[in-house]
């Protein structure tokens, strides 16, 4: 008898719901606003999360009151500490969408979709940055991850923040010159970069947009900008540091290992960013493999399900190329 896996992915922009089952059947899909309790709170994740689910309900004609799936596999942006997946929990389970669940950060899905190998690791670098890795022994690494009040440093908005405050310091003297100054300038469309940090403090500017700014900081790098080729070298750095403290954790220094890379900066296979990277984990663990996810979270969320009902391996695999080609659409 197939049983039916319920795959939610909530990211910080969007969240996405999937429903297959153990045959490999795609059999509902929708895509909603973000459900980051971390940002939004825990009433307002869970009032997107029953939204959607309940889309999922009638897209696979599934009779109300009966639970959706065997098993529920929730990954959400920002479950970065115990008392946050603790603060959602319990509510989640007593919605009665499926009859076992698993909880927990959406990096975790991110290491699903990119390897089965059970000694690896996942760096997320898209908006912000966050590292999980996992040993054979079933023993897993993970870090705080909620910004620099916890030591993290990269993602796309950090590196858009630092581009700016360079530009800004250029700008007035304090600094030395930069391409930045006039690529932020233009980017937004103001006269220079002075003009953008104003216009952000007074909400003229969203201040999430700082994150617009990592393609631009990555092309000024390629061009040669001293500035920019610093900041890429640097989150090059942190990655590498994330990955080797996670490997030492588990004992995988001395072992073959997978290191999966995804987000938007990850995925932009930036030559400066990976060459740099690829010489530092030479110089770690040469025996480390890097893999970039292009497939969305949500794939490994459904990955991860269907492990836990014991999928055969060619279900996981159809599944994953049948989800991507869809997203791909």
């Known amino acids: 008898m197939n049983r039916r896996v319920l795959a939610i992915d909530g990211g910080g922009s969007k969240t996405d719901v999937v429903l297959v089952d153990t045959s490999g059947r795609l059999l509902a899909q929708v895509q909603g606003p973000s459900s980051q309790p971390q940002t939004y709170g825990v009433p307002n994740a869970l009032r997107v999360l029953d939204e959607l689910v309940e889309q999922i309900r009638i897209a696979a004609r599934l009779p109300a009151g009966e639970p959706l799936a065997d098993h529920a596999a929730v990954y959400l942006s920002g479950m970065d500490l115990p008392q946050e997946i603790l ?31 059970l000694d690896a690791v996942a760096v997320v670098c898209g908006t912000g940055i966050n590292c999980v890795a996992r040993n054979a022994a079933g023993q897993q690494s993970r870090f705080a991850a909620l910004g620099e009040v916890t030591g993290d440093w990269g993602g796309g908005h950090h590196l858009g923040q630092r581009a ?142 269907l492990d836990v009902l014991g999928a055969p391996v060619d279900v996981a695999e159809r599944v994953s190329d049948l989800l991507t080609a869809v997203a791909g659409r």
């Open 164 to 305: 700016l405050w360079h530009a800004v310091r250029a700008d007035d003297g304090r600094g030395p010159g930069t391409t930045l100054q006039t690529a932020i300038a233009a980017h937004f469309n103001r006269s220079d970069a002075l003009s953008v940090g104003i216009a952000i403090h007074l909400g003229e500017i969203g201040n999430h947009r700082l994150s617009d700014l990592a393609p631009v900081v990555l092309a000024a790098a390629a061009a040669g900008d001293e500035i920019a080729g610093r900041l890429v070298d640097r989150l090059a750095e942190e990655i590498a540091l994330l990955a080797t403290v996670s490997m030492r954790r588990l004992e995988l220094l001395d072992r073959p290992v997978d290191l999966v890379l995804g987000g938007g900066l990850a995925r932009s296979r930036d030559t400066r960013l990976f060459d740099r990277l690829t010489q530092r984990m030479m110089e770690v663990n040469p025996a480390t493999s890097l893999v970039i996810v292009d497939s969305a979270p949500v794939v490994g969320a459904v990955l991860l399900g």
């Open 87 to 117: 603060a959602i929990e319990p509510a989640l389970r007593a919605r009665g969408w499926a009859e076992t669940m698993i909880v927990d950060n959406d990096t975790f899905a991110v290491l699903r979709a990119g390897t089965q190998v």
